[in-house]
């Protein structure tokens, strides 16, 4: 396992249409979190997985945003009628257990044009 | 919301030497980590010091932590070119759910 997955690396889309990133995690690693990071500022936390629960969400994840964990192992996430503003990195880590330090990924970069 | 700063926001300097940044955060934490991302990429874990830990060590790198001032430090000695990238602080705040709360980073470029 060479760590945190991500699927596509890049993306561009036209506005309004939807789109789905895939996460994999480390195979050990229980939890699973998503953040947006935008130019020039930090990553902002979005939703969290321990298992395949939903724990967290940030008040960023609109009802446009989903995300899942199915089977507590990958994860995905789901923005519907892409609007400009979601142009973004989508960055996706995972820890072993809270306060362990975590393991990201390369990130989605989404363009919606 | 942003749980840490980090100052300065951007930092330039030659190959060979040291660069500091700091970190300040809000609330009580767990631990305090620190990450690098080279542009456009993911973020890579350096170091992470525990509340009750003043000072950590990994290679080049120093990290301090002032609980009583919410603060920490990150000193990267003798600085190499390949050093250049943005350097984020994230808290894990206690009692909580432990989901790192990013600042807004320090842009460090080294010049050769």
């Known amino acids: 396992d060479t760590g945190v997955s991500q699927d596509p690396r890049h993306k561009i889309t036209k506005r309004g249409q939807n789109v789905t990133f895939r996460c994999d995690p480390i195979?050990?690693?229980?939890?699973l979190y998503w953040y947006r990071q935008t130019l020039g500022q930090g990553p902002e936390f979005l939703t969290y997985?321990?298992?395949?629960?939903?724990?967290?969400k940030s008040r960023l994840l609109s009802d446009r945003f989903s995300a899942e964990r199915p089977k507590g192992s990958f994860s995905t996430l789901e923005i519907q009628r892409t609007e400009q503003g979601d142009s973004a990195m989508y960055l996706c880590?995972?820890?072993?257990?809270?306060?362990?330090?975590?393991?990201f990924g390369s990130g989605t970069r989404l363009t919606v044009v | 919301s942003q749980q840490g700063e980090e100052d300065p926001q951007a930092l330039s300097i030659q190959e060979g030497e040291n660069a500091t940044m700091n970190c300040s955060y809000k609330?009580?934490?767990?631990?305090l980590q620190w990450y690098r991302q080279n542009s456009g990429r993911g973020l890579v874990h350096l170091i992470l010091?525990?509340?009750?830990?003043r000072e950590k060590h990994s290679g080049r790198l120093r990290v301090t932590l002032d609980t009583s001032k919410k603060s920490s430090s990150l000193l990267i000695t003798a600085s190499r070119a390949a050093d250049t990238a943005s350097y984020f602080c994230?808290?894990?705040?206690?009692?909580?759910?432990?989901?790192?709360?990013f600042g807004r980073g320090t842009s460090l470029i080294v010049h050769p």
């Open positions: 880590a995972s820890s072993s257990r809270g306060g362990s330090g975590y393991t």
């Open positions: 195979s050990e690693h229980n939890r």
């Open positions: 997985f321990q298992n395949e629960a939903q724990l967290e």
């Open positions: 609330t009580s934490i767990n631990n």
């Open positions: 010091i525990r509340s009750n830990e």
């Open positions: 994230a808290t894990d705040a206690s009692g909580g759910s432990y989901i790192p709360t």
